[in-house]
């Protein structure tokens, strides 16, 4: 193109632009008479600024033409070959070059010369339309009746009839002529010339019929090459006689297995891939080209519908595992509460029948909010990616199976492709499947998505998508292949638009036929594509129609087969639908090898080597800004006196796991330097640009890794993400920090159908740690509440029950939790509970309620013996003071949590009044310290019960706290509120009220008679 510019300035400027332009096309100047046929790779170019040149070189190029065209450039060919065919009669059969140049060409050079100028860059500009916007015109749609796209308009640029030739300034007459084609196309296969005809011709084939290719937005021309090369070569959309075999086998198996499951349980839920049935196939054509690249672990994800086929014929689950679960008498294992089969996930491992090799399959299992399962896919991908050390993605990889509806319509989509791309983050590429049904349950596309397919979303991160028509079995077969051969070689996403249509309702009981009549009425006469396929290749000689039915009929028996085993079926076991598992964590029962608690204190040594690392910068000649110097001199002395802030106290959990070999991930926004500027964990030199140093990374010579990042601005991925990295090993403390506790509620998707209930009901434990700022700080609504309540909401303990104190309780009452609430008030509990999230012998989701005034606070430090060698993790930190020194004296007991005790402290120090009120923290809110607490309330056995918080009444812990309080004291002592009263929001954002709301609950909290008289 750039070279027909150059052209153009050649016809304004004479001789002397030509002869520069011929030198540089050249590299020198052009040599006369050697070879016709060596000329300038652009091809008619150089003939073309000839023409304003040289009329004597010329000749020589036409002498050799009129001797055998082929003496000469195609370029050469084909415009004498145009010469001629404009020539008058008997003028073009004349032997005498000389008139016939300066009588036909030299005369209207420019004219003619321009027209050839502007017919060539116009054909440029059509094959460059093709590759643009040729997607819009494919036949996308297996029923005809809708265009996969919704804009519902044909380009003027593409020719869909002869008149569109105009918008080029060509007509009819032009069809037949050659034009030299540009560098950025294949269509002409060995050939650099083709007529016009053949150029739109193959030009449709490559991007109008049942593919359609979006990537001429991807920025990046290697990229674009090598997209342009797998679609418009000719010829390569080909497949042998085996790979039709296999593939009508794949599609036999596919077509059957849910044939077989409408016969058996005709009126039970399955959400069956009828209607895509080609996905099957595509996905083990995927892993198959994968498998031969290097790839031996495939993380999948995928919402409900096709769940059980996959299950069946790509991750290889026994079918009678599968079918055993329509039995409504399968009586469920005590393992948990379950879940439906078609949410339910798998791993195994097994040899790729094409390409021999070992590989590791996992789906992963899914709650029905559709697309949450996207950024949990790639934190395992990334978590098996980084311990086995495979910093390209050749060896692990992530396919992500989507919904049309969803993919457009669900957020989470955007935020995990944006981690696509981040070094923390990234999995190196993942192919997305979009089952594009062309409808969201009962939704029509024009009123579910204002884009005009529901793949645009991967656009922002220059993926390029692949649409296809789901009837055309093999144009899928190669775009699955093409897809995993970019991935292999770019390791970059990919996505591919599978549009077909849903047989059914949106689930097998659903009736359709009341939202989308028309649609529907044709998908009842659309023909199945196996029988099409098959019928194909029958008629092609590739199967007999006898193998045809021998296949289908294999495939059948062994359904029968499964289906009478399945029936010896009696107790369902979750355990054996497990996604991830960790055999070597647990018993071979899937039991913890211990029940016992391990002390978490660590040795003297030990803590003054941290802190000595985290009071200093490890590298030489490393500039570090002055405001952190003093920062590590303040760390430096805390060290010297034997204390610790709250940074130290995690450096000190940090750094002694990472002494014991395990890995220690820390994720979140600004998380690197701390949102409250505490952390520091990242250093920057200030003279030297991007240079930093983790002195984490260099406590020990043979330590774990320690991975510190700042995410995106995003909860839902990036919680997804971490939780979906803590699966992948239990040995590794996995962190995701909310910048404030008030914006967990982004990520609550994870939390509720994921942490909360996921091992009851996936029997899958995780041990992701959630560090949530929390605390009213008088900073308004949005940065002063973790939402503690919804967290306790959630907890599986009972309210009413007292457990019996029998075993290891500490240990025992852990593993029958769902999850573990904390709200430490010292650095040093703080410590013991990391520590102790990794030494417990089971996993358990840890809800952390972190401190922000706290982090500085002169009087929420710990001294180096409350973390000495013996000291364990406090569920609840009794009162030392003059109080418990003659409890039977003392007339009230204030049970609290976090930073409220410091407040309430100070508040009773100033009124002296420390012997008469005693206060407990409770440091382990769940599951509910009873043993403890019981303690503490017959020590005081005469004194009143408050629960006191700085949160609204109808927030924070109260409602959790209350019961199981009153439960301890067997509901004969009452349990005083004393806090702020109910309100909707959080917490005021006005300065003066919340010191006001702060006076006043402080001054009921001590003053001894507020409950006298007063009936609860």
Known sequence: MSQFRALAGVLRGGRAGGSQWLRACGGAPVRRWVDPRRGCSSGAAPVLSTVAGSSSYMEEMYIAWLEDHKNVHESWDAFF?????????????????????????????????????????????????YQIRGHHVAQLDPLGILDADLDHFVPSDLITTIDKLGFYGLDESDLDRSFQ????????????????????????????????????????VDQCQWIRQKFETPGILKFTKLEKRTLLARLIRSTRFEDFLARKWSSEKRFGLE??????????????????????SVIMGMPHRGRLNVLANVIRKELDQIFCQFDPKLEASDEGSGDVKYHLGMYHERINRETDKNITLSLMANPSHLEAVDPVVQGKAKAEQ???????GKKVMSILIHGDAAFAGQGVVYETFHLSELPSYTTHGTIHVVVNNQIGFTTDPRMARSSPYPTDVARVVNAPIFHVNADDPEAVMYVCRVAAEWRATFNKDVVIDLVCYRRFGHNEMDEPMFTQPLMYKQIRRQEHVLKKYSDRLIADGVVTLQEYEEEVAKYDKICEE???????????????????????????EGEPKSMSSVPTGLKE???????????????????????????LRGRADLVKNRQMDWALGEYMAFGSLLKDGIHVRLSGQDVERGTFSHRHHVLHDQEVDKRICVPMNHLWADQAPYTVCNSSLSEYGVLGF????????????????????????TAQCIIDQFISPGQAKWVRNNGIVLLLPHGMEGMGPEHSSARPERFLQMSNDDPDHFPEFSGDFEVQQLYDCNWIVVNCSTPANYCHVLRRQILLPFRKPLIIFTPKSLLRHPDARSSFEDLAEGTTFKRLIPDVGPASQNPSQVKRVIFCAGKVYYELARERKQQKLEKEIAIIRLEQISPFPFDLVRTEAEKYGNAELVWCQEEHKNMGYYDYTR?????????????????????????TGNKFTHFNELKRFMDTAFNLNAFTGKDL
């Not at 490890?618 to 952190?628: A, T, V």
């Not at 990295?725 to 509620?745: C, K, R, T, V």
């Open 722 to 745: 971490e939780l979906g990295f803590a699966m992948a090993s239990p040995n590794a403390l996995i962190l995701w920090e909310a910048q404030f506790g008030d914006f967990n509620n």
């Open 386 to 392: 980084f311990y086995r050390g495979d910093t390209q």
């Open 275 to 296: 209607g895509c049935e080609v996905l099957i196939p595509a996905l083990k054509s995927m892993i198959d080209t994968s498998s031969s690249a290097g790839i031996d």
């Open 605 to 631: 040594e030990v803590l003054q080597h941290i802190g000595q690392t985290a009071s200093s910068v490890p590298l030489d000649d490393f500039q570090i800004h002055p405001g952190l110097s003093r920062i």
């Open 963 to 987: 019961p199981r309080l009153l439960t301890v004291t067997a509901n004969r002592r009452p349990v005083w509120y004393v806090g702020r009263d109910p309100a909707a929001a959080p917490a």
């Open 181 to 220: 084609l540009p560098s950025t196309t294949f269509i002409g296969g060995e050939d650099t010339t083709l007529p016009l005809r053949e150029i739109i011709r193959r030009l449709e084939a490559s991007y109008c019929g049942h593919i359609g290719i979006e990537f001429m937005f991807i920025n990046n």
């Open 81 to 129: 070959s145009n010469i001629h065919a404009s020539s008058p009669p008997g003028e073009a059969g004349e032997r005498r070059p000389s008139a016939l140049l300066e009588g036909r060409v030299l005369s209207h050079s420019a004219n003619m010369t321009q027209k050839v100028v502007e017919d060539h860059l116009a054909v440029h500009t059509l094959i460059r339309a």
């Open 562 to 588: 499964a289906y009478a085993s399945s029936k010896d079926e009696k107790i369902l076991q979750i355990r054996h639908w497990l996604d991830s598992p960790w055999p070597d964590f647990f018993t071979a």
